[in-house]
């Protein structure tokens, strides 16, 4: 059972230009969710995040929206710069009980063409 | 200051064997997380310990299992080894108040043969 779904597994775009990445979650108990950037040979490593009382959170060229009522979140950067290119995890959490897990998405591979 | 380390980088082992991975959390995290991504999948959470205790752990079979050690670093262990056991296992720390913002290792991948 997939509670957090990426549906997109890779995008392209062109430098400069947004990239939006798109993720669903199906447990309207998640209360926290997070983005991670993952590089090659590398782990993944914190993004941003959102509460679920929020609807949007911005750090720089990053911002996550967050729809609670369809259940989708998305991840704006703008604008989108070649080493932005890495594969980004969703992931969503019972924040406000310490439960030490996080449900990742598959992930989905942007390409920012120079 | 030192991140996440794990080790091995790479283990091959066959069917029926055993494999033991190991991890050193970040200087000052108490809490360690280990999630397993087999090819083409999410991240799998796996297990979850603080101060030594086993605080939770995913829907795994029991043959997974590890353990935390004085230091705060851990390993773990799967025994009977089968072919879909192969993928990158990833371990992670982070302060107990701050359990959702993970430092991820870079990662061992294990392969059964």
């Known amino acids: 059972d997939q509670q957090v779904k990426q549906n997109s597994p890779s995008l392209s775009v062109q430098e400069g230009r947004i990239s939006i990445l798109n993720c669903d979650y199906t447990?309207?108990?998640?209360?926290?969710f997070l983005w991670y950037k993952k590089y090659p040979a590398e782990g993944p490593t914190f993004l941003i995040s959102?509460?679920?009382?929020?609807d949007k959170n911005e750090d720089g060229r990053f911002t996550v929206f967050l729809n609670k009522s369809a259940k989708h979140l998305s991840l704006h950067i703008v604008p989108s710069q070649p080493g932005d290119s890495a594969v980004y995890f969703c992931?969503?959490?019972?924040?406000?009980?310490?439960?030490?897990?996080?449900?990742f998405g598959q992930g989905t591979t942007l390409q920012v063409k120079p | 200051e030192a991140g996440v380390t794990q080790s091995p980088t790479h283990l091959i082992k066959t069917r029926g064997q055993q494999a033991t991975l190991r991890c050193s959390p970040i200087?000052?995290?108490?809490?360690v997380y280990w999630y397993q991504q087999a090819l083409g999948l999410g991240l799998q959470f796996l297990l979850w310990?603080?101060?030594?205790?086993?605080?939770n752990r995913g829907n795994f079979p029991p043959r997974f299992s590890g353990r935390q050690f004085p230091n705060y670093s851990s390993e773990l262990n799967v025994n009977a080894l089968e072919l879909e056991d192969s993928a990158l296992y990833l371990c992670?720390?982070?302060?107990?108040?701050?359990?959702?913002?993970?430092?991820f290792g870079a990662g061992s991948r294990l392969t059964v043969l």
């Open positions: 992670a720390s982070s302060l107990l108040d701050r359990a959702n913002v993970l430092t």
């Open positions: 447990n309207s108990m998640f209360d926290y």
């Open positions: 959102i509460s679920s009382i929020k």
């Open positions: 992931a969503a959490s019972y924040g406000s009980s310490n439960t030490g897990k996080l449900i």
């Open positions: 200087s000052g995290h108490t809490s």
């Open positions: 310990y603080d101060e030594g205790e086993e605080r």
